[in-house]
């Protein structure tokens, strides 16, 4: 089918021009773009919007949830399944107090908090472009002096208020891999090196959330820990550093807006050696998706001083205990989708009209392809619907039948879906399809038979 008609397949390709949203006139721009085609298409919508909206909450729709959950599958493939080294783990995110004292969070989590006088407008002083003017009414020198806040929420175990049932939502998901090491090291047959990776909600009370799904109160993780001999630390460090980085580029990032950025030693975490930040360009600069740290041991060694418990490795090749260091690869699930989602998204010109398309890598497409009878008439549809539950068991499929053929495929390359699978009239003598590649909008003629074998050999 042609983009701009619903006859056979045979008519020329549609004229293509433009450039899409690359450079520095079009990212200006792109975050709303991307905020709008996210409502419009069921990827993000704002939380509670019959209320009025909750602030720095968002829900994931239909499609947006497919899009997360294939950036979290495509980190799990690469850290987990793909290794021998790594195992996973699914830990509480409610914790006592004990665990957050050991590891320091109740300490040292905190931001800078000031108020303006003026408006009442509270601001993390570190994030703050002047800190003699409020972004919000322009006051000059009205700012409070800066106090320590604690980014943990808490909240009561029990029908009974008082300290001795407090318990915090989890702000990370590192916690309950070192709490788990014993367990992980004595049940799983592993020995340093070896890793334990965790996928899972955090929460943290920003002070400023912010810049759509990027800056959240609640928020997924992708993180894991490699828990490694000392000597060899700073060897891995550098591995996954490498690693990590190149994760992000085989999943289309182009290398210029990608970068890996050390610390330097003023912004280094106090338990901390070296650390890296991956770092993508987005609309407002650059920004993190994800750190890279060099932990040494001082996580198992407070865990193990606070609990009493020995969470050393016997090594019988030196015959020694020690306490394995641990790099941490500590990855934003929804900043990553947000990341691909910018970078998906780009407009070229089809016959004198835009046409927008999320251009995702085909693991990460929601839908890896759609079935699109020509018409919903009786004659169509018996077909079409076989041809779906022939592709539905390999592949995320779609199944639409509304609106003309046009209209439908362009339906489709907003949502990022890489094929749409035709069945038109011919198909009732032929027995086959078009098949209509997202990028090139180039259409193929393939028999039903051999189409599974044709969409293998395009779609992971």
Partial sequence: MTEASSSDASQPEPTVDGDGVDGDSGIADLLDKVVNLSKRRGIIFQSAE??????SAYDYGPVGALLLRNVKDAWWRSMVQLRHDI???DASILSPPAVWEASGHLQNFTDPLVDCRNCNERFRQDKLDDLTTCPNCEAKDSFTDARAFNLMFKTQAGPVEGAGHDVFLRPETAQGMFINFKNVLETSRKKPPFGIAQIGKSFRN???????VFRTREFEQMEMEFFVPPADAGEWYEYWCKQRHQWYLDLGIPADRIRLRHHDEDELSHYSSETADVEYRFPWGWDELEGIANRGDFDLNAHAEA???RLTYFDPEINEHYLPHVIEPAAGATRSMMAFLLNAYDEDVVNDETRTVLRFHPRLAPYKLAVLPLSKKDTL?????????TVKERWMADYDETQNIGKRYRRQDELGTPYCVTVD????????????DRDTMAQERVSIDRL????AERLP
């Fill in 425 to 436: 009239f011919d198909t009732l003598d032929d027995q086959a399809v078009t098949v209509r």
């Fill in 381 to 389: 549809t018996p077909t079409a619907l076989q041809v779906f539950d």
């Fill in 206 to 212: 920003e002070i400023t959330p912010g810049q759509f």
């Fill in 307 to 309: 609990s009493g418990e």
């Fill in 50 to 55: 019959i209320y009025g909206g909750f602030r």
């Fill in 87 to 89: 195992v996973g783990l």
């Fill in 452 to 455: 599974v074998d044709y969409l």
